[in-house]
């Protein structure tokens, strides 16, 4: 049994001799914002201004080091640690006293003491792609001046912008102070301002209890334990800087959300079917049992760094090849116009089993939107759409590819997505919009074709409520307005905000004020092949909604 020591720590005895701050590079990169620095200042000030003397508590920390070592990696509490640092360096270089600015610095940086054999070092040492920069810019004197003067743009890593923002933050606010008022907060910080600091020699206790006191700041994500036990179980030490490079690399493409996302994809890559619990407990066992503790480096270079690019490329629609990228991008955007991402593990597999088989992409791909968007359009709920979904991953691990019954529609899935098409689809919020720009492009004859408009708007030609007397009472019956007012063809869509007095005009003025731009044009395929009408009828209407549903029915083989 380990031994494990936990202790209240006032500020000054935390950045004392007793501890040397190093943050492992498996850790995630520093990624505290103004908003949460901004926090911290705040809980001080509230807490100075109670102008008690009881302890503030700023948190807990958790460290692996050995008892009498001041070594210590930091497990939980860098962002913490970082930003402490960040406000005691920003304190000291605004202070007029020379004695106040040694102090400062002093907690910032350990002087080297020949007496006691201690060299000059920082307290705190942030993973070695930021420990330089950090250095530099905040715990030397007087460089926050310097490092304001550094153009944002230019920083290399997110973790430095962070710093330099949250530096800019920070020093901005207690400019604003004066000296006297910052004084007692200097004080306060270094004299009632405790951490809770749990110290124990084994890695393996020491996430257990970090997973559970992350209480205050940036939380963990499963993502960040996962990092900590891979990178953790590379033995050789330089495999093991590339190992966290790479991983943070990934992290970075992806962003924090995406990353996270990614690793709910693999675990359905992986186990094939719905989840039952919280990604921390079921990962472990379902993934990353067949990596540890041997083939640690084997999960971040043949599963994390491919995926992760994998995820990336159907993402951003940026899959490249030397024929056939086009087709295969499309159905990228077709699909993320979906409420759901329940398609991303099989489109994950695909791209990561049939990379260079552009063709075979563009099959397999028209196939899963197929399926992807009947299920949306027929409002099929998450439970069964998972679970089509972890079948169609069972089949293609089975070999069956392309014939893999999960991905073909059933004659009953085939009548009910059509029977939707010619319902009244405008009265279904969620899947109009979709069906009309799907449609839109089947009309344009593009791939993939996207609009970057800031409002998109879906319109009815005869009008919800005409006017009594109006045209439109003369050329439709009530029956059949309540039948079409609200079908696939009497919709069309508008980048322009609703009118509710444009929406009843006559056929011609509304063609003429409303559905044409200051230009006389409009982006939609959908609402020009509208405008070529003469007069908007029966007859027209039902011939436009055959031709739209026709459309629809034939690029989804229905």
């Known amino acids: 049994?380990?031994?494990?020591?936990?202790?209240?720590?006032?500020?000054?005895?935390?950045?004392?001799?007793?501890?040397?701050?190093?943050?492992?590079?498996?850790?995630?990169?520093?990624?505290?914002q103004p908003e949460q620095a901004l926090q911290l200042l705040t809980d001080l000030t509230e807490a100075l201004e109670r102008g008690t003397d009881e302890p503030y508590f700023l948190g807990s920390l958790v460290l692996v080091k050995?008892?009498?070592?001041?070594?210590?990696?930091?497990?939980?509490?860098?962002?913490?640690?970082?930003?402490?640092?960040?406000?005691?360096?920003?304190?000291?270089?605004?202070?007029?006293?020379?004695?106040?600015?040694?102090?400062l610095h002093?907690?910032?940086?350990?002087?080297?003491?020949?007496?006691?054999?201690?060299?000059?070092?920082?307290?705190?040492?942030?993973?070695?792609?930021?420990?330089?920069?950090?250095?530099?810019?905040?715990?030397?004197s007087g460089a926050i001046e310097t490092l304001l003067s550094l153009d944002r743009t230019t920083l290399?890593?997110?973790?430095?912008?962070?710093?330099?923002?949250?530096?800019?933050?920070?020093?901005?606010?207690?400019?604003?102070?004066?000296?006297?008022?910052?004084?007692?907060?200097?004080?306060?910080?270094?004299?009632?301002?405790?951490?809770?600091?749990?110290?124990?020699?084994?890695?393996e206790s020491a996430h257990r209890i970090f997973s559970v006191m992350n209480s205050r700041g940036l939380d963990l994500s499963p993502t960040d334990i996962f990092k900590s036990q891979i990178i953790g179980a590379v033995k050789d030490p330089q495999e093991s800087e590339d190992c966290a490079r790479k991983w943070e690399d990934a992290e970075e493409a992806l962003g924090r959300e995406g990353f996270a996302d990614l690793f709910l994809h693999l675990r359905m890559i992986y186990e094939?079917?719905?989840?039952?619990?919280?990604?921390?407990?079921e990962f472990p066992v379902q993934v990353l049992s067949h990596y540890l503790p041997d083939r640690a480096e084997t999960f971040v270079n043949d599963v994390v760094v491919p995926y992760a690019e994998a995820y990336a490329q159907i993402r951003d629609a940026r899959y490249e090849s030397s024929s056939g990228s086009e087709k295969v991008n499309a159905w990228f955007k077709r699909l993320q116009q979906t409420d759901h991402n329940d398609w991303r593990p099989a489109a994950l597999w695909a791209l990561r089993n049939h990379e260079h088989d552009p063709d075979w992409l563009d099959r397999f791909l028209c196939a899963l939107e197929r399926l992807s968007a009947s299920m949306f359009i027929r409002r099929v709920y998450t439970t069964p759409r998972v679970t089509r979904f972890a079948e169609l991953l069972r089949q293609l691990d089975q070999g069956?590819?392309?014939?893999?019954?999960?991905?073909?529609?059933?004659?009953?899935e085939k009548a009910d997505t059509r029977a939707r098409l010619e319902g009244e689809l405008y009265l279904v919020a969620k899947i109009r919009k979709y069906v009309l720009?799907?449609?839109?492009?089947?009309?344009?004859?593009?791939?993939?074709v996207t609009y970057e408009l800031p409002l998109i708007t879906v319109e009815h030609v005869l009008p919800q409520n005409p006017d009594p007397g109006s045209r439109w009472t003369d050329l439709f019956d009530d029956d059949q307005r309540a039948y079409w007012t609200h079908r696939l063809g009497n919709l069309v869509l508008l980048n322009r905000v609703k009118n509710s007095t444009a929406q009843n005009y006559d056929f011609a003025t509304k063609k003429a004020k409303y559905f044409t731009g200051r230009s006389g044009s409009v982006p939609f395929a959908l609402t020009s092949q509208v405008l070529r009408h003469e007069d908007w009828t029966p007859e027209v209407l039902e011939a436009q909604q055959q031709h739209l549903v026709g459309l629809l029915a034939g690029a989804w083989s229905l």
């Open 1 to 32: 049994m380990q031994k494990l020591e936990a202790h209240e720590m006032p500020l000054h005895k935390v950045f004392s001799s007793d501890y040397d701050f190093r943050i492992p590079d498996y850790q995630r990169p520093y990624a505290w």
């Open 437 to 448: 720009l799907r449609v839109d492009e089947l009309l344009s004859e593009a791939h993939g």
């Open 272 to 281: 094939k079917k719905r989840a039952e619990r919280e990604l921390l407990k």
């Open 400 to 412: 069956l590819g392309l014939d893999s019954p999960a991905l073909a529609l059933t004659v009953a």
């Open 66 to 103: 050995e008892n009498g070592e001041p070594t210590a990696d930091v497990i939980d509490g860098q962002q913490r640690l970082t930003t402490l640092t960040i406000l005691l360096s920003v304190l000291r270089d605004l202070s007029t006293d020379p004695a106040l600015q040694d102090a």
């Open 106 to 140: 002093k907690l910032v940086n350990q002087p080297g003491d020949p007496i006691l054999g201690l060299k000059a070092r920082p307290r705190l040492t942030p993973r070695k792609r930021d420990a330089e920069f950090f250095h530099k810019h905040i715990q030397t």
């Open 156 to 203: 290399p890593t997110d973790a430095q912008k962070a710093v330099l923002d949250n530096a800019v933050a920070l020093r901005r606010e207690l400019l604003s102070w004066p000296e006297e008022r910052r004084l007692p907060l200097v004080r306060m910080l270094g004299e009632r301002t405790f951490l809770v600091v749990v110290a124990t020699p084994d890695l």
